[in-house]
């Protein structure tokens, strides 16, 4: 389950006031995005003490200063693929402070931070991004009767023998699809499987296995135009 956020005492401030506005709490937790748990126990704590910070408690202390702690935030967005370890090397090499991994986690996570697998794309050109708003302008008006009529085709191409490259990143909630965040993609090389079908609002298309590179007349004259005979099957 996704982490639960906690509040700045700038939040915690605006809760207590939406709620003396005659905000209900449930509410009052939609505009924060907190589970309305978080807001009940803060109107409790604040009829109680009169005050909306968290209480003192016992423990170790911090062996970071608040200087420090933005220092690693900084480095973890300057380079979202940097670990834990290489973070707490740059952060020592900066402040001669030797923390451990563990603390570097614990900090960024602290400012929101969570380490993530990079989401993936294809590698768009100025005039792909064009050409796809303009695609969207022209069409978003279409009923639904007019997108039953098309036939949505792509083709995929599956690596046998291949790194990964499953890279890690630092990323806020939200920022998936952000450029700092994205490993685009080109087409693989050797050692690979690509496969073509094709789907429409009541059909599909069987699979095909591309062998070798798809031209223009391969597609043309082996996976369009069979598909001109009756052999689509019902989904």
């Known amino acids: 389950m996704p982490p639960r956020r906690k509040l700045n005492e700038f939040e915690r401030g605006r809760a ?3 709620f003396q506005d005659g905000v ?7 505009r924060l995005h907190v589970s309305i748990s978080v807001i009940v126990r803060l109107i409790q704590r604040f009829s109680a003490t009169g005050r909306v910070q968290k209480r003192r408690r016992p423990g170790r202390p911090k062996k970071t200063t608040p200087r420090e702690d933005r220092l690693i935030e900084r480095l973890a967005l300057q380079t979202r693929t940097a670990s834990s370890s290489i973070i707490r090397r740059q952060l020592r090499v900066a402040t001669n402070t030797n923390i451990s991994q563990q603390t570097i986690r614990n900090r960024l996570h ?10 993936v794309r294809p590698r768009l050109t100025p005039a792909h991004r064009a050409a796809r708003r303009a695609f969207c302008r022209r069409h978003v008006r279409w009923t639904r009767q007019q ?4 036939l949505f085709s792509d083709e995929s191409r599956f690596t046998l023998n291949h790194n990964d490259d499953r ?3 630092w990323r806020r909630q939200g ?3 952000i450029d700092a965040t994205v490993q685009e ?9 690509m496969v073509w079908g094709a789907f429409s609002f009541h059909h599909r298309t069987p699979l095909f296995h591309v062998k070798g590179n798809l031209t223009g007349l391969r597609y043309r004259d082996e996976i369009l135009r069979p598909l001109a005979v009756p052999t689509l099957q019902q989904m």
């Open 185 to 193: 993609n080109v087409a693989f090389g050797g050692g690979s499987v």
């Open 167 to 169: 890279l890690r990143v």
């Open 147 to 150: 997108r039953s009529q098309v």
């Open 16 to 18: 207590v006031a939406w």
């Open 24 to 30: 209900p709490k449930r509410e009052v937790a939609r």
């Open 175 to 177: 920022e998936r699809y």
């Open 110 to 119: 602290g400012f929101n931070l969570r380490s993530r697998r990079r989401a």
